[in-house]
C-alpha cells in the first residue's frame, strides 16, 4: 500500500552513462514533482507536473529529461552523467483543487545517485 | 521571493529535555502554506504537519507542537520529552498560494542522546 514508490532505491553509475528513475503514486494526486537534495542536505525543487504537462522546470540542465506518462507515473531520464549529478533524488505527489488550492506534497522513499 | 531559514544547523540534547526548532520565512504573497518534515537516519522524508497563512492557531499532536506567529514570519516546532527516535533532519518548508513547489530550509539535525 506504498503511496509514492521510486526505482531504483540506489544507483551506482559511470560518469557519461545514461539513466533513469521511476517514480509511480496511486494516491490518485493529479501533481508529481521532482526534488534533489545535495550532499549538504538541501532539497531543491526540479520539476513538476500536472495532468502530464510539465509546469515548473526550475533551471535543470537539459540532460534531466522528465517524462510523464500517465497521471500517476513521473519517471527522470538524465543523460552524459556527471560527478556533480551524485545526489538523493525525491519524488512527489500533491492534488491540485479548484482556486489553486494546493494539498500535501507526499515523497517518496528518494533514489540514492552516485556517479563515479 | 519565497524564503525559509532555519538559522540551527545542528541541535544535541539528551532525552527527556524540551527542543524547539526555529524556522523564519519570507514570502509576498498574503495567503500560504507552512510545512515541516522529518528526515529519520533511513533517509525517507515524513510530513508532519501543514499550516495555512489565515489559520494562526498553536497546534499539538503528541509531544509535538507548533507555534505560528505571522507578525514574526515564524513557524517554530518544540518537541517534549524529546526520544532518542526523534533523532532526523528536520525540515521547514514554504508554498505560496498557487505555486507548484515546496521552499525548503536548510534543515537541522536533531541528535537526542540517551
Known amino acids: 500500500d506504498t503511496a509514492v514508490s521510486q526505482t531504483p532505491k540506489y544507483l551506482v553509475t559511470q560518469m557519461g552513462n545514461d539513466k533513469s528513475i521511476k517514480c509511480e503514486q496511486n494516491?490518485?494526486?493529479?501533481?508529481m514533482y521532482w526534488y534533489k537534495q545535495d550532499s549538504k542536505k538541501f532539497l531543491k525543487i526540479m520539476f513538476s507536473y500536472n495532468n502530464k504537462e510539465l509546469i515548473i522546470n526550475e533551471t535543470v540542465p537539459n540532460r534531466f529529461s522528465p517524462k510523464s506518462p500517465d497521471k500517476a507515473h513521473l519517471n527522470l531520464h538524465i543523460n552524459s552523467l556527471e560527478l556533480g549529478d551524485s545526489a538523493v533524488y525525491f519524488c512527489?505527489?500533491?492534488?491540485?483543487?479548484?482556486?489553486?488550492?494546493?494539498?500535501?506534497?507526499?515523497f517518496g522513499p528518494g533514489t540514492r545517485l552516485l556517479v563515479l | 521571493a519565497q524564503k525559509v531559514t532555519q538559522a540551527q544547523t545542528e541541535i544535541s540534547v539528551v532525552e527527556k529535555e524540551d527542543v524547539t526548532l526555529d524556522c523564519v520565512y519570507e514570502t509576498r504573497d498574503t495567503t500560504y502554506y507552512l510545512f515541516w518534515y522529518k528526515q529519520p537516519p533511513s533517509g525517507e522524508l515524513v510530513f508532519l504537519i501543514r499550516?495555512?497563512?489565515?489559520?494562526?492557531q498553536n497546534e499539538i499532536s503528541g509531544r509535538y507542537s507548533w507555534n505560528f506567529q505571522k507578525s514574526t514570519s515564524s513557524f517554530n516546532f518544540t518537541i517534549t520529552a524529546s526520544q532518542v527516535v526523534d533523532s532526523a533532519v528536520y525540515f521547514c518548508a514554504l508554498s505560496e498560494w498557487g505555486a507548484q513547489k515546496l521552499v525548503f530550509g536548510q534543515g537541522t539535525r536533531l541528535t537526542i542522546n540517551p
Open positions: 499550516r495555512n497563512s489565515f489559520d494562526e
Open positions: 512527489a505527489s500533491s492534488q491540485l483543487y479548484r482556486q489553486l488550492k494546493r494539498e500535501t506534497q507526499y
Open positions: 494516491l490518485g494526486h493529479d501533481t
